[in-house]
């Protein structure tokens, strides 16, 4: 079992930046942590990934070069650094993690979800 719980959410001006966390405890070794964003009425989708070692990341296109995601593994966290953001960016972002996984942009190749925390972009 692991558990997520996300921190760093809020509101910030189109431009601007925010930095999640994403603290997890239980049977971290070796996970796969990643990040999603689900906007009202629509699909949940994938932002980025680090495997444990952090040696391999998969990315949005979308955010690639805005968005950078990095784990302390001594603290059990992982980060979504996001830079320059627009209102396309506003959504619930969630951790999430699978057990000795290659990053995978298929939700479903999860196992265990964070609650989400809200970004909202305003221009």
């Known amino acids: 079992q692991v558990q997520l719980v996300e921190s760093g959410g809020g509101s910030v001006q189109a431009g601007g930046s925010l930095r999640l966390s994403c603290a997890a405890s239980g049977r971290t070794f070796g996970t796969l942590l990643g990040w999603f964003r689900q906007a009202p009425g629509k699909e949940r989708e994938f932002v980025a990934a680090?495997?444990?070692?952090?040696?391999?990341?998969l990315y949005e296109d979308s955010v690639k070069g805005r968005f950078t995601i990095s784990r302390d593994n001594a603290k059990n966290t992982v980060y979504l650094q996001m830079n320059n953001l627009g209102p396309e960016d506003t959504a619930v972002y969630y951790c999430?993690?699978?057990?000795?996984?290659?990053?995978?942009?298929?939700?479903?190749?999860?196992?265990?979800w964070g609650q989400g925390t809200q970004i909202t972009v305003f221009s």
């Open positions: 680090m495997t444990w070692s952090g040696g391999r990341t």
């Open positions: 999430a993690a699978a057990p000795w996984a290659n990053p995978t942009r298929n939700a479903g190749g999860y196992n265990y």
